[in-house]
């Protein structure tokens, strides 16, 4: 681990975060520098020249839905005109709620007086989130050494600093602070130089960016709200941007007004979804991926001729029960195992799922083969160009890395997939943004492979990378395994 020096103001900050800390942290020291700006600048010129700095203790509110308790993680440090950025406060952030304590980010603020009465609106108003008196000196000091600012919530707009409620919400900070030391230390084992693999195709695919420019247009034009049946696709960062806009997320079409502007996801639905919509007299607008209607055309091709349909793919996701709607009593199967179990009485024809992982989706395809010798595929695999090339780049740099982080939301097939196929060579794990990184996956790892499913937004791939340079240089080279110029048009509905 780094030499890691966590400075505090006052002994009641800097004896609550030494009992925290375990007897085996070595290479820890906590240094109390005195309240105020002045006293916080006589201890930074005497300040180690290196290893992380973490300045940590009280702090006050400015923003009114912080409470007593609550730890504010400093995404940047204002102090005057100078504003000290601390890109590793996702990371930190993260760590801090997976620890149970209640963590948000955002900027510090240090002055050099107490904040009180209608300053502290004033203040407010500029984005910070929280202020100090100590922060700022230190922060000038570091030169470009790891840096953190933890402020734990005493006072707040509704509870001032002098006031009966200050009591309370000294003890519920100082037992905060008492549970901040051990994440500081994993912190600091995480704080190394590193290379990070980038793989190449990542992020958005054609049918991805399609989908969110419909709503996006669909909004212009028709202004908020637009509603969407399901997510529109599986990325919880798309989907609240879009919220945000004016979009209104739904479950079933009972949810939307008669006669709304309504949005049909990426995934597709079953042509009964379709005949509701008709019935509600709904403005439907179809941002079905074209590979996925593809799917849908082969299910019907296939059961006009008298087969069996057979899709590969997982229960429950929402392509599977799109393309099993086409067609009734077409079966899913989602493993080898099941092949065996399939009726023998008509000739079969199978399906995948856009989103699967191609070798593991090749392999039941082969015992539905091996089965029914005269079973008939898709032309080509269903499995579509993007979850191909992802998976291949995946693999490249997996086989280089300690570690792969693969960025994309819990519900997202084709970033499961990416997770699974990078594993078999690395530990991987699948991450919504940079406040889901355990530090502890950190530690040691010289060497990161980063990828990002077809559904997660290119910015937060770059956040990742932001957020680790917190922690040490980061050099970044990239791996790229296929060029993707496919485009599809958009439907007639959200064209001028």
């Not at 997510?231 to 479950?251: K, P, T, Y």
């Not at 989706?361 to 082969?366: D, G, I, L, P």
Request: aromatic fraction near 4%; proline fraction near 7%.
């Amino acid at each position: 681990m780094t030499g890691l020096l966590i400075c505090t103001a006052l002994g009641i900050e800097a004896s609550a975060v030494r009992r925290g800390l375990a007897a085996s942290a070595t290479g820890v020291q906590v240094l109390q520098t005195g309240p105020g700006p002045h006293r916080a600048a006589r201890t930074a010129a005497g300040l180690p020249g290196s290893g992380a700095l973490a300045v940590v203790g009280f702090g006050g509110a400015l923003d009114g839905s912080l409470r007593p308790g609550d730890v504010l993680v400093a995404s940047e440090i204002r102090f005057g005109e100078q504003v000290f950025p601390c890109p590793s406060a996702p990371l930190l952030a993260g760590e801090l709620a997976r620890a149970g304590l209640p963590a948000h980010l955002g900027p510090l603020l240090t002055c050099d007086h107490v904040v009180t009465g209608a300053e502290r609106g004033r203040l407010a108003e500029t984005g910070a989130r929280a202020v100090d008196m100590e922060t700022g000196p230190l922060a000038a000091s570091v030169a470009g050494r790891p840096l953190a600012a933890l402020r734990v919530i005493v006072d707040t707009p509704d509870a001032p600093l002098l006031s009966p409620a200050t009591l309370r919400g000294a003890n519920l900070a100082r037992r905060a602070l008492h549970r901040v030391g051990p994440v500081l230390t994993r912190w600091a084992a995480a704080i190394a130089p590193r290379t990070v693999l980038t793989a190449s195709p990542r992020s958005f695919c054609a049918g991805v960016e399609r989908a969110i420019e419909i709503v996006e247009l669909a909004l212009e034009r028709h202004g908020p709200p637009v509603y969407v049946r399901k997510q529109i696709v599986h990325n919880e960062h798309v989907v609240r941007e879009l919220e945000r806009r004016g979009a209104v997320f739904v479950d079933e079409l009972d949810e939307v007004p008669s006669g709304a502007v309504t949005v049909f996801s990426a995934h597709g639905v079953a042509p009964s979804v379709r005949e509701e919509a008709g019935r509600r007299d709904l403005r439907v607008i179809d941002a079905t991926c074209p590979l996925v209607a593809k799917v849908h055309a082969e299910a019907r091709r296939f059961a006009g001729r008298g087969r069996l349909v057979v899709l590969i793919g997982h229960a429950g996701h929402e392509e599977v029960e799109g393309t099993l709607g086409e067609v009734p009593g077409s079966v899913l199967v989602e493993d080898v195992g099941e092949v065996a179990e399939l009726p023998a009485d008509r000739p079969v024809a199978y399906l995948m799922q856009t989103t699967l992982a191609a070798d593991e989706a090749e392999e039941v395809a082969a015992a539905i083969r091996h089965r029914f010798p005269d079973a008939e595929g898709p032309p080509q695999d269903d499995i579509c160009y993007a979850t191909t090339n992802r998976q291949a780049a995946v693999r490249a740099v997996a086989d280089l890395a300690d570690l792969v982080l693969v960025v994309g939301s819990a519900n997202s097939s084709n970033s499961q997939r990416l997770v699974e196929v990078a594993g078999r060579r690395a530990p991987a794990y699948l991450i919504d943004d940079p406040g889901d990184i355990a530090l502890e996956w950190l530690a040691g790892v010289g060497t990161v492979g980063l990828t990002a499913g077809a559904s997660a937004p290119p910015s937060l791939v770059d956040a990742v990378v932001t957020a680790l340079g917190g922690l040490g240089a980061v050099t970044v080279e990239e791996r790229r395994v296929a060029e993707e110029t496919i485009r599809f048009t958009l439907p007639k509905e959200v064209l001028r």
